[in-house]
């Protein structure tokens, strides 16, 4: 038997269930990775993330090299040309099944379906980023949970009562190979900060439970800290699973926290935040389609201010938190969730541009930029998604900076013109550098923030008169 592993966004071999199913039996295992620019490019992904990804599949070339399988990385334009190319491919090489762990996002989807009908052996596909499996946590009435909170019990209940599967790596199919290096083509940006490979990810997975896991509840809002698990970019191209990070915590604490108050819970419950936004993509299409979870915010008329979007991107709307956040970004192609929360709030609620314009540009300059979780998080902050906060809770930037940066260390940072000026003003510095450094050259507030708070509350009212979209 020849079988043919299918790598997308699980460039591991530990717990790989694609990979570990392939090779049971002792058949015959090689490995593909289909690169297609086009589809990055249309999907607006970053340049730092490419080269992230380069690197990571040079990494597990060598694992696989080390475990006897050779992968060969093929290159189409798009994803409709995939299904071709894979009929040729395993034709020519007479396999007897492909091997691949599903893809979440709609493109993904049918792109899988084409293969699916093109091909003329099985196509074995496996749930290999979720601990509790895409759709299978409903309502009574067998419907996908819309709101987190009852979707956490359930999620929660579920691994309390089943546990979670771990697959260990598969054992080596022969000597170990040669490989020669890989290479994405098209625009990259340096990913050199984070080192590559799943080696790099356990260890950095086992130095966060060892440090930061049992207080990350009381640490993790600090964006001068280092106190969050910086595991995103490793989950996102699957270098790292979510079964990976319980079995982490599990060994940490030598049992699952499964209550709040228990050690590492708070960091559990992002994990279960992740996992909601990817069932919702699987159960509502249109979240992959630009489109809004609640339909009737579809009606919102936001603003098609092309000078406030700029400042926002390059950090110059006078909110120093928000400046700070942006220019972090720009620069490292990473923000702390906090900072997420902030600067999308501030986007959609006191500058009232779309959602949608905001989540482009995250997916365009973020490291770990992936679709459930970018869109889930702007939505959520736009008040357009499931569970969203309540429309009128509006963050008030000043407000956060001086709640998570008191002292202003994050922001001094990262806008070099604000590094004179002294802890009880920074959060509002305007006129104390007006006075002490004249032409010091920071904006203004391009937008008051508590009339910004008004007209956005003023937005939402006006959809209780309308239809639904």
């Given at each position: 038997m020849r079988h043919l592993v299918w790598f997308r966004a699980d460039l591991r071999v530990t717990d790989n269930p694609a990979l570990y199913e392939a090779t049971a039996g002792g058949a015959e295992v090689e490995a593909i990775y289909i690169d297609s620019p086009g589809q990055w490019q249309q999907h607006g992904r970053a340049p730092i993330q490419r080269d992230f990804l380069s690197r990571n599949l040079q990494a597990l070339n060598e694992q696989l090299a080390h475990l006897g399988i050779s992968l060969t990385v093929l290159t189409v334009d798009r994803f409709a040309e995939v299904p071709a190319l894979l009929a040729e491919w395993l034709e020519e090489r007479q396999f007897d099944?492909?091997?691949?762990?599903?893809?979440?996002?709609?493109?993904?989807?049918?792109?899988?379906?084409?293969?699916?009908?093109?091909?003329?052996?099985?196509?074995?596909?496996?749930?290999?980023?979720?601990v509790v499996d895409h759709g299978s946590l409903t309502t009574r009435s067998g419907d996908m949970y819309k709101v987190f909170t009852p979707f956490a019990k359930s999620w929660l209940a579920r691994v309390r009562a089943s546990g979670y599967r771990f697959l260990p790596?598969?054992?080596?199919?022969?000597?170990?190979?040669?490989?020669?290096?890989?290479?994405?083509?098209?625009?990259?940006?340096?990913?050199?900060?984070?080192?590559?490979?799943?080696?790099?990810?356990?260890?950095?997975?086992?130095?966060?439970?060892?440090?930061?896991?049992?207080?990350?509840?009381?640490?993790?809002?600090?964006?001068?800290?280092?106190?969050?698990?910086?595991?995103?970019?490793?989950?996102?191209?699957?270098?790292?699973?979510?079964?990976?990070?319980?079995?982490?915590?599990?060994?940490?604490?030598?049992?699952?926290?499964?209550?709040?108050?228990?050690?590492?819970?708070?960091?559990?419950?992002?994990?279960?935040?992740?996992?909601?936004?990817?069932?919702?993509?699987?159960?509502?299409?249109?979240?992959?389609?630009?489109?809004?979870f609640k339909p009737d915010t579809e009606a919102l008329q936001w603003s098609r201010d092309d000078q406030g979007f700029r400042a926002w991107c390059e950090g110059q709307t006078g909110y120093p938190i928000v400046d700070a956040a942006m220019r972090c970004l720009a620069q490292t192609g990473w923000m702390h969730n906090r900072l997420r929360m902030i600067v999308a709030s501030f986007l959609t609620k006191d500058l009232h541009i779309d959602w949608r314009r905001g989540e482009a540009w995250f997916m365009s300059t973020l490291i770990d930029g992936e679709l459930a979780a970018n869109n889930g998080g702007w939505q959520w902050a736009a008040g357009t998604g499931a569970d969203a906060a309540p429309y009128f809770r509006v963050f008030n930037p000043s407000t956060q900076g001086e709640r998570f940066d008191t002292n202003g260390d994050f922001i001094r940072r990262w806008v070099p013109e604000l590094a004179g000026v002294p802890a009880k003003v920074i959060h509002a510095p305007h006129d104390w550098l007006d006075t002490h450094h004249p032409g010091h050259g920071y904006p203004k507030p391009i937008v008051d923030h508590a009339r910004a708070r008004l007209h956005a509350i003023a937005m939402f009212d006006a959809l209780k008169d309308r239809e639904p979209v």
């Amino acid at each position: 038997m020849r079988h043919l592993v299918w790598f997308r966004a699980d460039l591991r071999v530990t717990d790989n269930p694609a990979l570990y199913e392939a090779t049971a039996g002792g058949a015959e295992v090689e490995a593909i990775y289909i690169d297609s620019p086009g589809q990055w490019q249309q999907h607006g992904r970053a340049p730092i993330q490419r080269d992230f990804l380069s690197r990571n599949l040079q990494a597990l070339n060598e694992q696989l090299a080390h475990l006897g399988i050779s992968l060969t990385v093929l290159t189409v334009d798009r994803f409709a040309e995939v299904p071709a190319l894979l009929a040729e491919w395993l034709e020519e090489r007479q396999f007897d099944a492909l091997y691949a762990n599903r893809e979440l996002g709609i493109d993904e989807r049918r792109r899988d379906k084409a293969v699916q009908q093109a091909l003329t052996i099985p196509c074995r596909v496996y749930n290999g980023d979720c601990v509790v499996d895409h759709g299978s946590l409903t309502t009574r009435s067998g419907d996908m949970y819309k709101v987190f909170t009852p979707f956490a019990k359930s999620w929660l209940a579920r691994v309390r009562a089943s546990g979670y599967r771990f697959l260990p790596v598969p054992a080596a199919q022969g000597e170990p190979q040669s490989c020669t290096p890989l290479g994405l083509s098209g625009e990259r940006i340096s990913s050199e900060e984070w080192p590559a490979g799943e080696a790099a990810a356990a260890e950095r997975l086992a130095q966060f439970c060892q440090s930061s896991l049992r207080d990350y509840g009381e640490q993790r809002d600090f964006p001068a800290e280092n106190g969050t698990s910086s595991l995103s970019p490793y989950l996102a191209l699957g270098v790292l699973s979510p079964n990976q990070c319980l079995a982490a915590m599990e060994y940490e604490l030598e049992q699952l926290p499964f209550s709040r108050g228990e050690p590492g819970f708070v960091w559990l419950n992002e994990l279960i935040w992740r996992e909601f936004y990817r069932h919702l993509l699987v159960a509502f299409p249109r979240l992959s389609m630009e489109r809004a979870f609640k339909p009737d915010t579809e009606a919102l008329q936001w603003s098609r201010d092309d000078q406030g979007f700029r400042a926002w991107c390059e950090g110059q709307t006078g909110y120093p938190i928000v400046d700070a956040a942006m220019r972090c970004l720009a620069q490292t192609g990473w923000m702390h969730n906090r900072l997420r929360m902030i600067v999308a709030s501030f986007l959609t609620k006191d500058l009232h541009i779309d959602w949608r314009r905001g989540e482009a540009w995250f997916m365009s300059t973020l490291i770990d930029g992936e679709l459930a979780a970018n869109n889930g998080g702007w939505q959520w902050a736009a008040g357009t998604g499931a569970d969203a906060a309540p429309y009128f809770r509006v963050f008030n930037p000043s407000t956060q900076g001086e709640r998570f940066d008191t002292n202003g260390d994050f922001i001094r940072r990262w806008v070099p013109e604000l590094a004179g000026v002294p802890a009880k003003v920074i959060h509002a510095p305007h006129d104390w550098l007006d006075t002490h450094h004249p032409g010091h050259g920071y904006p203004k507030p391009i937008v008051d923030h508590a009339r910004a708070r008004l007209h956005a509350i003023a937005m939402f009212d006006a959809l209780k008169d309308r239809e639904p979209v």
